[in-house]
Structures are given as C-alpha cells and as structure tokens.
C-alpha cells in the first residue's frame, strides 16, 4: 500500500468510526470523490475535537488547533510546515493535499473551519441570528464549500456556492437545535439571546431543561428558520454532478428528518436527543436515490 493510499485508508476509518449521518451519504458516491469528501470529513472532525476537548486546558487546544492549521497551510499551500511529525495529520493532510489538487478545494474554505473551531474556545454566547450565522457558516457552510469542489457543479460558481452556504447553514442549525441541552451542559449556548429573550426564555429554564409553551414556540421559530434555508439550498441538486448529487440529497433528508423527530417529540430535546436509528438512515438514502434518479441530468458524460 502506497503513502497515499494509507492516507486515504486513514481518512476511511475516521468516517466509518465517527460519521454518523455522513456515512450513509458518502455510501453511493464514485470512489475518487467518496475517498476525498472522507479527506474533508476527517480534517473537520480533527478540527472539531481538538476545540471540544475538555480534558486539556484552552490554551493548548488553541496550541493544538494553530499546528492544524498550520500543517494543512503547509500541504496544500507549500512553504514551512511544523517540525514535530504527526503520523495521524500528516497522513490526513496527504489525502487534503491529493484532494485538492485533484477536485481544487480552497484552502481559505478548509482554514475557515478551523477559525470557526477556534472560536468555540473564546465564544460561548451569540447575542443574535445574525452572529451566529457567521459562526454557522465558519463551521458548516465552509466545508460544503469545500465539498462542493469534490462533487463538481454546472453553472456559475458563486451561485453553487450560495446554494452550498444554505445547506450548511440549515444543517448547523439542526445541530444547534438537537444539541441544546449537550451544549448547555458544556456553558455553550448557540441560540440567539435576542430571540430567547424574545419569547421569554432565559438560561436557567435551558439548564433546567424545561419545555413549556415558550420553548416550544421558541423551537417552532428555529425549525422554521432551517426548512427556509433548506429551501433554499435545494436547487443545489440540479446543479451539482448528477452522480454526485446523492450526497447533498440525502443530507439534506436525513437532517430534515431530524427536524420531522424533533417535531414529533413536541420539541423536547432536553429529554432524549432527536436522533435517527441506522435503520432509518438507510430508508431515508433510498429514498434519496430516489429523488437523485428523478433529478433533472447533467450531462451526457455525468
């Protein structure tokens, strides 16, 4: 096996470890892109635990994710990389590098993420909707700019890109409104203080965990907010290579489906995370093979 091909067997055993919804949408994609969306995926989820990593000090977190930064500057931009070796990185920044030179992903879109990351180590409050869509976009719209490279599209750039910024912004925030209480419990709340103070909510009843018609009012506001957004991403399918386009598909109908359990559970997601059995998963990626069979064509060639 080849270092490259390690890199990618690298970058593979992330996915299948820790990709929960991921997975099933990168089941169905041609193997050069299904090997460089699990470069991307790996890189953000290294990113995302060394930010989340509450069993060391913030500082070196910060340490932890500068010397990301910097090793993936390095492999995909060219100049001094740090010296200490990384076996683990610097197997993940190989497969990067190949990816990008391959599918061309910007590294302002990868480093994006990674500031976005940062940022969790100094920001634990966002004061309205619009502060926390620019963290949205940091964390999430990035890296479907970056994968949108990897999936290749038709059409003028920026108006994929403004498709792919929608998608990751409803995904984030369906994150955001499944993961209160886990967010809660580590002093992070990624709600808008205006709009809970607007519909009455303060921190002591999210700590409590109590769901009373204010929450679910709250929550009924949010969900809104992410089916608009979903909406709005969706001409992504036609644009994106048609056999490629299963992956946004299918993202999209598993978190969408996330909204539809945390609908169901009449929006108490203190109680029990709003999540999806494997199972159901694997329903919702036929169902999206579907929907990628009915999609208008590419090209001949696609």
Not at 85 to 109: K, W
Request: hydrophobic share 40%; charged share 30%; glycine share 6%.
């Amino acid at each position: 096996m080849s270092e490259l091909e390690r890199a990618y067997a690298h970058c593979h055993e992330v996915v299948a470890a820790r990709a929960k919804n991921f997975i099933y949408a990168f089941k169905l994609l041609p193997p050069a892109r299904r090997r460089g969306l699990e470069a991307i995926y790996a890189y953000c989820r290294v990113a995302d635990d060394f930010a989340d990593d509450d069993g060391i000090p913030s500082a070196e977190r910060a340490r932890k994710l500068s010397d990301l930064r910097q090793r993936v500057r390095c492999a995909l931009l060219g100049g001094e990389g740090p010296r200490e070796p990384e076996p683990e990185l610097d197997l993940m920044c190989l497969a990067l590098q190949d990816t990008a030179r391959r599918f061309g992903v910007s590294h302002e879109d990868l480093d994006a993420v990674a500031v976005g990351c940062e940022q969790d180590l100094v920001k634990a409050r966002y004061a309205t909707w619009q502060e926390l869509r620019d963290y949205c976009y940091l964390v999430a719209s990035c890296v479907g700019l970056a994968c949108l490279d990897v999936f290749g599209y038709r059409g003028p750039r920026e108006r994929a890109r403004e498709l792919a910024t929608d998608l990751g912004l409803a995904m984030q925030l369906t994150n955001v409104i499944r993961d209160v209480r886990e967010d809660v419990e580590r002093d992070r709340i990624y709600l808008p203080q205006d709009e809970l103070e607007r519909f009455g909510i303060d921190e002591e009843q999210l700590r409590a965990g109590r769901v009373d018609d204010a929450w679910r009012r709250f929550a009924s506001f949010q969900v809104a907010r992410a089916r608009e957004l979903y909406a709005r991403a969706e001409p992504l399918f036609s644009v994106v290579r048609r056999r490629s386009r299963i992956c946004p598909i299918a993202l999209a109908t598993i978190y969408g489906a996330v909204l539809e359990r945390v609908e169901a559970v009449d929006y108490d997601v203190f109680s029990e995370r709003a999540s999806l059995s494997g199972n159901e998963k694997l329903a919702l990626l036929g169902l999206s093979v579907g929907k990628t069979a009915l999609s208008a064509p590419f090209s001949v060639s696609d």
